[in-house]
Nanobody, 121 residues
Framework: QVQLVESGGGLVQAGGSLRLSCAAS????????MGWFRQAPGKEREFVAA????????YYADSVKGRFTISRDNAKNTVYLQMNSLKIEDTAVYYC??????????????WGQGTQVTVSS
């Protein structure tokens, strides 16, 4: 059974940090692009970050560049999103996703159920 399970969300004060994890199972993921997306209340889901299968290339939305870092451990089938200097506008449900196509920002095939991140003032 193909599954992506996010963890690590929670409540944090502005300026703080959180690390999200995404555990993938059910198939071999090392060739997939893995990404993080987020959806804030009343807004469209948006791309946050992605990483190539080999882990050699990373991609970020301008809004998180320099604050967030995506990484992966293929031996553990896990992808991480380290979020530093969090802002109130980072509040959203964060989704992990996997893409069998070489498209880091769109066209993802598999999705997790999401984890809530709330940044307070």
């Amino acid at each position: 059974q193909v599954q992506l399970v996010e963890s690590g969300g929670g409540l944090v004060q502005a300026g703080g940090s959180l690390r999200l994890s995404c555990a993938a199972s059910g198939r071999t993921w090392s060739t997939f692009y893995m990404g993080w997306f987020r959806q804030a209340p009343g807004k469209e889901r948006e791309f946050v970050a992605a990483i190539r299968g080999s882990g050699g290339s990373t991609y970020y939305a301008d809004s998180v560049k320099g604050r967030f870092t995506i990484s992966r451990d293929n031996a553990k089938n896990t992808v991480y999103l380290q979020m530093n200097s969090l802002k109130i506008e980072d509040t959203a449900v964060y989704y992990c996703a996997a893409n069998s196509q070489p498209q880091p920002r769109r066209g993802y095939n598999y999705w997790g159920q999401g984890t809530q991140v709330t940044v307070s003032s």
